[in-house]
């Protein structure tokens, strides 16, 4: 199995996982070294905080609607990989965020859902 077959297995199951944020994409809401409870089935709105697989690359970014579609952008506009990228359907949505927690400040944990 590769590399890449070896990531899509380890999220395509059904139990919610976490990851810590890297870079600041997703500032001010996610800061780098935050932690995020992804959930694989967890339902899709306009506004979510999703993972997505795009061009070969997992991201971490927000699902918005666009009269156009579905669209992934980021919170900073100084993202390294421009604010917005289109979507052309949700099958690169492959989780979504249910909560944020600051390691060590349980007081600053955010829900999702």
Known sequence: MSRKDA??????GGECFALRVIGEDMAPE?????IIIV??????KDGSYVLARHED???FRQLRRSDDGWQLRALN??????AVLPLPDLAAVRGVIIQK??????RLSRFYV
Not at 101 to 106: C, E, H, L, S, Y
């Open 57 to 59: 690359e997992w991201l």
């Open 101 to 106: 927690a600051v390691p060590g400040r349980r």
């Open 77 to 82: 506009p100084a993202c390294r990989q421009g």
């Open 30 to 34: 996610f800061l780098h070294g935050e």
């Open 39 to 44: 959930e694989p089935a967890g339902a899709l």
């Open 7 to 12: 990531d899509e297995a380890a999220c395509s």
